[in-house]
């Protein structure tokens, strides 16, 4: 029971309680600031960017092309979003990097000021380069020469790695336009009860089947 005292003194000795006539709107105030927080978070599915799903990107529709170019990529076998667009030097970094790129599209959305095409910032280019390495260090260099020939590793790493291979995984070919939207369909945007294949097949197939079994 002395907790609760202690914490009252705490509480009016720094003014964090509002006097009493002003409690009610207090009250009200840091309910709806609470209540539309939470509505926040339930709204724009928050929770999913803790993990590593892809769906994830597409929360915000603008980013339906590059979750698209990507599926329709061979890098969709191998590599997900987060495996090229966070640092995995160490965990907190990783997490770090997430939220303050997550917090900058979050505003950037909201006021609707996307760009016509987007494009990475200077910090995710370093990031994105690092991970191309990171993954395809044997491609990049070469274990024979990196013995004898001075600087081996950044003379072969000095240069963004989409300067020459342009169409990975977003690239222009595999363009919205060209790809179009895939009958998988996008989590945060699809009705719980969406089915893939529409109704009047549905039945078709259903007909089908029982006109195999009568007839057999």
């Known amino acids: 029971m002395g907790r609760l005292p202690k914490f009252k003194r705490f509480m009016f000795r720094y003014s964090l309680i509002p006097p009493r006539k002003w409690r009610p709107a207090a009250t009200v105030l840091v309910a709806s600031i609470i209540g539309l927080g939470l509505y926040m978070v339930k709204l724009s599915n928050a929770a999913s960017y803790l993990s590593d799903d892809p769906q994830a990107c597409v929360n915000c529709h603008v980013m339906t092309p590059q979750y698209i170019t990507w599926n329709h990529s061979a890098h969709r076998e191998v590599a997900h979003c987060n495996d090229c667009h966070v640092p995995h030097d160490n965990v907190f970094n990783k997490y770090y990097f997430k939220a303050m790129d997550g917090l900058y599209h979050s505003a950037i959305f909201t006021l609707r000021a996307e760009p016509e095409v987007i494009k990475a910032r200077e910090p995710s280019v370093e990031v994105i380069q690092n991970n191309c390495i990171r993954c395809h260090t044997p491609q990049v260099t070469d274990a024979k020469l990196s013995g004898f ?68």
């Open 149 to 216: 020939v001075e600087d081996h590793h950044a003379k072969r790493t000095d240069r963004l790695c989409w300067e020459c291979h342009r169409e990975v995984p977003h690239g222009r070919v595999k363009s919205l336009s060209s790809v179009g939207h895939q009958i998988e369909p996008i989590r945060a945007h699809a009705p719980s009860d969406l089915q893939i294949v529409p109704k009047w097949l549905r039945d078709t197939i259903k007909d089908k089947k029982k006109q195999h079994t009568v007839h057999n």
